[in-house]
Nanobody, 118 residues
Framework: QVQLVESGGGLVQAGGSLRLSCAAS????????MSWYRQAPGKQRELVAG????????HYSDSAKGRFTISRDNAKNTVYLQMNSLKPEDTGVYYC???????????WGQGTQVTVSS
């Protein structure tokens, strides 16, 4: 089992920055990848950024490239999402996701609200 707790959301003006944190606990050694997803009101949840645990390789959605950075602190078992140059369309609930391959499972955090005002 893996537990994920997000924090760092809030209200920010367009052009501002926020850093989200996702603290993992439990069977963290089994995590193959961690990602951040976003769900805007009335829309489907979408991938924003992800990181492969073994290699540290990252990937981003087109909307996040150049503005968002996913990183990790292994000592704290925490993954971060640094979000710069925020836009109103970045508004939504941001979820942390952990993917385990054996057994195949996906874990989600409770989400943290990000609101970007224009």
């Amino acid at each position: 089992q893996v537990q994920l707790v997000e924090s760092g959301g809030g209200l920010v003006q367009a052009g501002g920055s926020l850093r989200l944190s996702c603290a993992a606990s439990g069977s963290i050694f089994s995590i193959a990848a961690m990602s951040w997803y976003r769900q805007a009101p009335g829309k489907q949840r979408e991938l924003v950024a992800g990181m492969i645990s073994s290699s540290g390789r990252t990937h981003y959605s087109d909307s996040a490239k150049g503005r968002f950075t996913i990183s990790r602190d292994n000592a704290k078992n925490t993954v971060y999402l640094q979000m710069n140059s925020l836009k109103p369309e970045d508004t939504g609930v941001y979820y942390c996701n952990a993917r385990v391959f054996v057994p195949a499972r996906i874990y989600w955090g409770q989400g943290t609200q990000v609101t970007v005002s224009s």
